[in-house]
């Protein structure tokens, strides 16, 4: 089978030698991407808060960071998985409640890549967070928007994988190295056959 040719749902060995499927994610049915995006906003915005007890166990003056700072910080955290819920919804409607992703697999690295007009749509609006993190005097925000506005590749080199983690019920296998975590979306036929290949092609993971 040409590679140019594939685009199914099933896994299938084209004639250069690699796999390759595509993987229409039900946004609302598995909200894995929400739970990705939480996590890293709720990590960026924690650590604000751990420099304050630092601080607060340092100095013993426990009342003056709750009055001063934890209130707020509490506040922000809020507001902010709102605007991430919101943001979330509104790329759900605009993408018709699918992301749609092509995965290429072959023997050193695993490609997940999204198709090209879902990606310009996710890019719009990574701009419009960024420049909504800018006006806010919100670095990490803005950073994190740039961040998804540049990218529609996740590329795992299977030699450097530290970490598989399958979660069967999300149809989903985390192929996570040091500094890049994907997100590889299988069908339920095909779940097993490619969590062994991964897990047979990175020596390194656990």
Not at 24 to 51: A, E, H, Q, R, Y
Not at 103 to 123: C, G, N, W
Not at 149 to 154: G, L, M, Y
Request: glycine share 6%.
């Amino acid at each position: 089978m040409s590679p140019n040719d594939y685009s199914g749902s099933r896994v299938a060995l084209c004639e250069d030698g690699k796999y390759r499927w595509t993987y229409p994610l039900d946004m609302l049915k598995n909200p894995s991407i929400l739970f990705v995006l939480l996590k890293i906003f709720g990590i960026l915005l924690s650590i604000p808060l751990l420099i304050a007890l630092i601080s607060a166990a340092a100095n013993n003056d426990w009342q003056k960071i709750w009055d001063g700072f934890i209130k707020i910080w509490l506040i922000v955290m809020v507001v902010f998985f709102v605007i991430i819920l919101i943001s979330y919804l509104i790329v759900v409607w605009m993408n018709g409640g699918k992301y749609v992703v092509n995965f290429t697999m072959d023997e050193k690295r695993l490609i997940h890549e999204q198709v090209p007009v879902q990606y310009e749509r996710a890019r719009k609006v990574g701009l419009l967070a960024a420049l909504v993190g800018i006006f806010a005097k919100r670095p990490s925000a803005a950073g994190t928007g740039a961040l998804a506005a540049s990218r529609n590749t996740s590329v795992s080199v299977f030699d450097k994988v530290r970490r598989v983690k399958p979660r069967r019920g999300q149809n989903l296998i985390k192929v996570n190295q040091s500094l890049e975590r994907n997100q590889v979306y299988v069908p339920d036929e095909d779940f097993d056959f490619v969590l062994d290949f991964i897990r047979k092609h990175c020596p390194n993971a656990k």
